[in-house]
């Protein structure tokens, strides 16, 4: 019996010392939601990958190996930020905060203009990781913009 329940607390101990994955917020029902915080994060983003590009442009042409990899690192923080872009999006705000309405309801309109709007912010961020002009940036904050409404910072108790 003691050694059971020393097993037990073992396994318990080494639980509780284990990592906890990483995740995106949240796919659980937490209620604890800062939706103001991400599409912040995403302009974050955005401002990154304007960044990255410009540098990649001072940096095209050189052949001196610093440049070089400074110029590989530059492409590879747009990307990654223009794919946190597309994560936040898809995982949080389409899948866990635009809500369905059901077709032929008051608010179906409503709900049909969120989805396409959400989704221009996904395809803003993938021309991004897809090009190195700044142009791309200018239509992921207009992107941006459009949702930016929707999620209004809210007063927290913390």
């Known amino acids: 019996m003691k050694q059971a329940i020393l097993a037990l607390g073992l396994a318990a101990l080494a639980a509780s010392l284990a990592p906890a994955p ?3 917020h949240c796919q659980v029902p937490c209620g604890i939601y800062d939706d103001a915080a991400r599409v912040a994060h995403m302009y974050e983003d955005a401002a990154t990958i304007e960044k990255g590009m410009q540098a990649m442009a001072e940096l095209a042409g050189k052949n001196d190996p610093q440049s070089q990899n400074q110029l590989m690192r530059w492409v590879m923080t747009k990307e990654d930020h ?3 872009i597309m994560t936040t999006i898809a995982e949080y705000f389409l899948a866990q905060r635009v809500k369905p309405v059901a077709a032929g309801t008051a608010d179906f309109a409503a709900y049909q203009r969120k989805l ?3 989704h221009a912010v996904l395809v803003a961020a ?3 990781k897809q090009n190195s002009d700044v142009q791309y940036v ?3 904050r207009a992107a941006l913009d459009a949702i930016a409404g929707y999620y209004p910072p809210a007063e927290h108790d913390h």
């Open 82 to 84: 223009a794919g946190d």
């Open 126 to 128: 993938m021309k991004c």
């Open 22 to 24: 990483a995740g995106a």
């Open 116 to 118: 396409v709007e959400h």
């Open 138 to 140: 200018a239509q992921l």
